[in-house]
């Protein structure tokens, strides 16, 4: 059976990753906003960005618990003897004292409560002695430092999240404090999913000798859901063109298909087979490893990411170049030093597993792309550029997975 490979091909081959992840993101579709309530924002990307309805503190208030007195009444008398001031109330957490405080006066306060009228100090309850109900000696001066200034946190319409910022726990809390019952987010990319492979069977099945369990596409299902995208799962297609096609053809309503196998160079590679004999190709392999044969194409309008076979380099491909290109956010890295040397690969940037210890990154030894255990062991990706070994104690890019 002659190879469906041109021997000319009218389509890019062996792109660069930036290049892979600019051309899958140039397919997506514009994105589209939806309104939700903040309790259901969790993890969504924002299409708009946040004013603060509020401010934040929405008065001057107190970091602690004890008085709140005027810092003057409280210096120049500590080489002598400790200060004492007269008691004239208390202010709380959504109970403020409604006076002013005077010359030697002081209000007990809690934190977070409003700082008083007249008081611009704190002094902490661990500093104070009591004299009687209505009297306190001060051990130590008050601080203005223990103050939190009205607004220091944020302003009434100060833009504090931005369009494209995915809503993180830290985010949502703080878009509730900025006073949004609802936000506008970006609608959820829906993403078909299809494994192949004859040899591909579901957990719990009973393995025959050369059967493996479908790894890719639980693990890229659960890659896609942390991504902030709506998964559609077609399963797992058998080495049938014709099976295939009708997987394919059933991913309608999807706004891309993620598949895993099938696009490297063997016979049974059928995926790749459907693209360039039935589909379009946008490119075909990228100078990478793990994960070079990845293509890029589409089906009756529908564009199509092709991901290896092998989990390691599916699961690698998948963080290095579609994850940014499906959420707009590039891949996390760092700057280590390498306490072991890494090797490079001439025509290809490589993405070996590394153990952190400390500030330093050590070559995880097993680099095959069928060791999917060193994913979960490690964490880490080193990238090594196309041509250049890293040596040791050398600065070296590692990507959190």
């Not at 944020?154 to 936000?183: I, K, M, Y």
């Amino acid at each position: 059976m002659p190879s469906p490979v041109p021997d000319q091909p009218t389509f890019p081959m062996n792109i660069s990753v930036p290049e892979a992840r600019q051309m899958l993101q140039g397919l997506l579709p514009a994105h589209e906003a939806e309104t939700v309530p903040v309790g259901q924002a969790a993890g969504r990307f924002l299409y708009a960005d946040l004013e603060a309805r509020v401010s934040h503190p929405s008065a001057t208030e107190s970091a602690l618990d004890g008085i709140a007195c005027r810092e003057a009444d409280t210096l120049g008398s500590f080489r002598q003897c400790p200060t004492k001031l007269k008691v004239v109330g208390e202010s709380r957490a959504g109970v403020p004292f409604s006076g002013s405080v005077g010359a030697g006066e002081c209000v007990r306060i809690y934190t977070g409560a409003p700082v008083p009228e007249g008081a611009d100090a704190i002094c902490p309850v661990e500093q104070l002695e009591d004299d009687g109900p209505d009297d306190v000696w001060l051990l130590r001066p008050a601080s203005p430092g223990d103050v939190r200034a009205e607004g220091g946190d944020f302003q009434l319409g100060e833009v504090v999240l931005r369009a494209g910022q995915r809503l993180t726990p830290a985010r949502l809390a703080l878009a509730v404090s900025l006073g949004h019952a609802e936000v506008r987010v970006r609608r959820k990319l829906r993403v078909a999913l299809l494994s192949t492979g004859d040899e591909v069977r579901e957990p719990g099945s009973v393995l025959t000798p050369g059967q493996v369990y479908d790894s890719n596409r639980y693990g890229l299902a659960a890659m896609l859901r942390e991504a902030g995208t709506e998964v559609i799962d077609l399963g797992h297609a058998p080495d049938s063109p014709e099976r295939l096609a009708e997987l394919v053809e059933g991913a309608g309503g999807a706004d891309v298909l993620l598949t895993s196998g099938g696009v490297s160079m063997g016979k049974y590679d059928f995926m790749r087979d459907l693209l360039l004999e039935q589909g379009r190709v946008s490119f075909w392999k990228v100078r990478l490893r793990p994960g070079g044969p990845a293509m890029l194409g589409g089906w009756r309008g529908l564009p199509v990411f092709g991901l290896p076979g092998n989990p390691v380099s599916s699961l690698v491909v998948f963080q290095v170049i579609v994850r940014p290109a499906l959420t707009g956010e590039a891949p996390f890295s760092l700057r280590l030093r390498a306490a072991t040397p890494f090797r490079a690969i001439a025509d290809k940037t490589a993405y070996w597993r590394g153990n952190i210890v400390g500030g330093t990154v050590s070559d995880y030894g097993k680099q095959g792309s069928g060791v999917l255990r060193s994913l979960s062991d490690t964490g880490a990706l080193v990238i090594v550029p196309e041509g250049q070994p890293v040596e040791i104690g050398d600065e070296v890019e590692v990507m959190l997975f």
